[in-house]
């Protein structure tokens, strides 16, 4: 596996670094999953929509 001019040693390390940066993202993937059944079963997620569907329907409050 190793190319010329590379030592076992240098691929490995390589190779290392590499999968250290790529084993982060399955982690990222499934706090999101976890996260967004939280807000589900909660119902946060709702009241967030309700909240996000009612601002856009009601005009901006003036001071008296």
């Known amino acids: 596996m190793a190319g010329p001019?590379?030592?076992g040693e240098e691929t490995r390390a390589s190779l290392?670094?590499?999968l250290?940066?790529?084993?982060a993202i399955p982690l990222i993937?499934?706090?999101e999953g976890a996260f967004k059944q939280v807000l589900r079963?909660?119902?946060t997620g709702?009241?967030?929509?309700?909240?996000?569907?009612?601002?856009?329907?009601q005009a901006p409050m003036r001071p008296p």
Do not use: E, L, N, P
């Open 46 to 57: 709702d009241a967030i929509a309700s909240a996000a569907d009612g601002s856009q329907h």
């Open 5 to 7: 001019g590379r030592s």
């Open 29 to 31: 993937i499934g706090g």
């Open 20 to 23: 250290k940066s790529i084993a």
């Open 16 to 18: 290392t670094d590499s």
């Open 41 to 43: 079963d909660s119902g």
